[in-house]
């Protein structure tokens, strides 16, 4: 390639960001003024596609040969827009227009009213890899309803369409990270687990059609800081690299995700979205990885804003930035790069149109296989009719998802509560508060149920429920008169809905009262809910407080945890999030969340944010006792678990083993357990982590219930990275521990027992 390659720097970024933002915003308004005019087209578009008789559109063929036949009609400047996120119609050929970017993060998002499920760390926090099939398939129900309703209408909106951009699969390595929300947690184990069944919930069974089109995100080695990914170089060693920030991304390409979005940020020093290991040698030649890969939105760009003004600087122009993405495999490109770029680039002899033809065979066969070329009927999924839109059922699914993921972290006795006390007070910034249902990358929905509203749909008509917001998120009030606090003084009992919101944590552009661009540099509470706190707890003597906790990374809660009687962490908890707190909070259910990422007891105990990496992070490497351990969770129940027993207490490094463990209810409670297994070497040569989750099992209990559980540990539950990034088994002695959190330190009793452990020895 003809163009230099210029060293990207690191610097103050303040005025570049301002004006990437302004160059984006613009070339923005060129893409959404032309969405907006070919849609009054597409309607006629659609009906006429059938008076059309190309090859491309014939079913019978095979799928190589449709899509040569349809790039070979094709012009140049047709075919980079066909490349860009929002295509045109192409009249002639009867195809309308179509836009890949549509979301479904934790439901159909920025589309119209959907189910709105719990925020994607919510359902991480279930473990429950049936249960995120389960959304998953909701979600793409719910999909192909919407986009068979727009598409009856002539509608070819962007967020209408099937190519969806999630899960993401990013490790939550740093609680500052503002999106570690959207994630499943810290680690890659649970991950790909809930990942691949959210994969393949999206994409359906049938054999012949995509139902939906999943997308894994962000590849690879990207969490933060949110200020700097457009610029940032995430160096990861190679270790670091094949044990944590890769494993899910393999997972999920080897359960047929359709998609690969790479990220803004560098690792190692080549843009993801231009790094030939990343994308060349590991995606597409080790895992051999079939589908498209896409760019974050605007992702380009930073090739050729130079790292002065907050990009990359990797070249100098639209056109060498579009050749340096092609030729790196990106076939979409989510931006305004792509458009005049590739023309200009084969123009200019720096890209051969043999080079983009290539790229957009990958794209469209992606459409085909959801069958948008396909004559109507072709496929199961045309006949999905919206009322399975918001569905009782997919309500009940909402619930049941917010249900499994409430955390307990405290509870003295005070819960569960009566649900016929004589006075209940619910006060806090959160509880009438719809917004902290929906964490980023929402939905809509007309009947999103706030936690005040399910307290009172709860408690008995007998029963007083006083309500008073009390303050405000993060700012002290203005008028110093206090008639909130003592309320608590006279109510059988007070439930504080504090937290924090997408206001305060989420993507750069979206949290509106976050000076930190979305990301949490402050990690406790706004200082003026403690007060608030401790103004209740004054105020209610020996009357309990329950506090309900949102948001969607750790918190330190210390002084909350002192201050309260009972503390649950809810999440966004999605539409029925105020119904599901109501079912913990008097007892209708037990809760049984885990944890799925550290809470540390301070930013003080982890490494520099921008430091990538793992030593000291996660329970995998912390070596420092944390406020909460991940796995963590209280039950309204108490679960005893048997001595492990193993199949063999000798194996080789090809063996499998099984463990098995009685796990008893010994309460008089129904709940679930969350089982989970950690394996650690104990005798590696190199340094390997703590332990590394391998199994886990919810399973219902009945009070008094005993089972028996069953795991089978094949060679990779034993293999350990080493620091070439290799898999490897070294013979010694091996733990396996068995319980319901892991086994990290613990600075004080949390009312959980440590799981049980066995030893294997491995020849």
Excluded at 16 to 33: E, N, T
Aim: include cysteine; proline fraction near 5%.
């Amino acid at each position: 390639m003809r163009f230099s390659i210029r060293k990207p720097k690191f610097h103050s970024i303040s005025l570049g960001l301002i004006l990437v933002f302004l160059f984006a915003v613009a070339c923005q308004k060129q893409v959404d003024s032309k969405e907006s005019s070919n849609s009054e087209k597409e309607g006629t578009l659609e009906e006429a596609k059938q008076d059309f008789d190309f090859p491309f559109y014939n079913p019978s063929l095979p799928l190589d040969d449709r899509v040569e036949d349809l790039i070979l009609r094709l012009t140049l400047e047709e075919k980079a827009d066909q490349m860009m996120h929002n295509t045109n119609g192409v009249e002639r050929l009867g195809i309308p227009a179509y836009s890949w970017w549509n979301e479904a993060l934790h439901g159909v998002g920025r589309s119209g009213v959907a189910t709105v499920f719990p925020q994607a760390i919510g359902l991480g926090a279930t473990f429950d890899e049936d249960l995120a099939l389960r959304v998953s398939s909701a979600i793409s129900d719910e999909a192909r309803a919407m986009y068979n309703a727009a598409k009856a209408k002539g509608y070819y909106k962007r967020y209408g369409g099937l190519t969806f951009w999630t899960p993401n699969i990013n490790i939550f390595r740093d609680p500052r990270w503002g999106r570690g929300q959207e994630t499943y947690g810290e680690d890659p184990y649970l991950t790909a687990r809930l990942g691949t069944a959210f994969v393949k919930g999206l994409q359906g069974e049938d054999p012949n059609y995509l139902k939906t089109a999943a997308c894994a995100k962000h590849y690879a080695v990207h969490s933060g800081p949110e200020k700097l990914r457009h610029e940032f170089d995430a160096k990861a060693n190679p270790k670091d690299l094949w044990e944590t920030y890769l494993p899910a991304f393999e997972a999920l390409v080897n359960a047929d995700v359709e998609a690969v979005m790479c990220a803004y940020n560098s690792t190692n020093g080549a843009p993801c979205c231009a790094n030939e290991y990343l994308i060349s040698d590991v995606l597409l030649e080790k895992w051999q990885f079939k589908g498209h890969v896409l760019s974050d939105c605007w992702a380009i760009v930073d090739f050729f804003t130079p790292s002065d003004k907050g990009g990359h600087g990797t070249v100098e122009t639209a056109a060498q930035a579009s050749a340096l993405a092609v030729k790196n495999r990106v076939s979409l490109n989510c931006g305004s790069t792509y458009l005049e770029g590739i023309p200009e680039a084969v123009k200019q002899g720096i890209l051969t149109e043999a080079e983009v033809d290539r790229e957009l065979a990958t794209l469209l066969k992606t459409r085909f296989k959801l069958g948008l070329f396909d004559p109507e009927g072709s496929n199961q999924y045309d006949s999905i009719s919206i009322d399975v839109v918001d569905s009782d059922e997919h309500r009940a699914l909402a619930r049941e998802v917010a249900q499994k993921g409430i955390v307990m972290l405290k509870n003295n006795g005070a819960l569960p509560l009566k649900n016929d006390l004589a006075r209940y007070f619910v006060t806090g910034p959160h509880a009438a508060n719809s917004d902290v249902l929906l964490g980023n990358y929402f939905g809509v929905n007309p009947k999103l149920v706030t936690v005040l509203e399910g307290i009172a749909g709860a408690v008995d008509h007998a029963s007083q429920l006083q309500y008073r917001m009390g303050i405000m998120l993060d700012q002290p009030n203005a008028n110093p008169q206090d008639w909130t606090t003592p309320n608590a003084g006279k109510s059988d009992a007070t439930i504080a809905v504090l937290g924090i919101s997408g206001l305060l944590e989420g993507e750069e552009g979206e949290s509106i009262a976050s000076a930190t661009l979305g990301d949490r540099f402050e990690y406790g509470l706004p200082e003026n809910q403690l007060e608030f706190l401790r103004k209740l707890r004054k105020e209610a003597g020996e009357r309990p407080i329950i506090t309900v906790i949102t948001g969607g990374s750790p918190i330190d809660l210390a002084e909350v945890e002192a201050l309260s009687d009972a503390v649950l962490f809810v999440w966004y908890p999605g539409e029925e999030g105020g119904n599901a707190v109501a079912d913990i909070l008097f007892g209708k259910v037990s809760p049984s969340g885990r944890l799925p990422i550290t809470f540390p007891k301070s930013y003080d105990q982890l490494p520099a944010y921008e430091d990538y990496t793992m030593n000291g992070r996660t329970y995998k490497y912390m070596e420092k006792e944390p406020l909460y351990p991940f796995g963590f969770g209280l039950s309204y129940t108490t679960f005893n678990y048997g001595t492990p027993k193993l199949s063999s207490k000798t194996i080789t490094s090809k063996d499998t083993v099984t463990v098995s463990v009685e796990v008893t209810n010994s309460g008089n409670v129904d709940s679930d357990e969350v089982v989970q297994l950690y394996v650690t070497d104990t005798e590696a040569s190199f340094k390997v982590p703590n332990f590394q989750l391998q199994a886990v099992d919810r399973s219902h209990f009945k009070a008094g219930e005993s089972k028996i559980l069953t795991f089978e540990l094949g060679p990779e539950a034993f293999e350990v990275v080493n620091a070439k990034g290799e898999r490897v088994i070294e013979p010694g002695a091996f733990k396996i521990y068995i319980g319901g959190s892991s086994p990290m330190k613990r600075s004080h009793d949390l009312g959980a027992s440590q799981p049980a452990e066995v030893t294997v020895v491995v020849k």
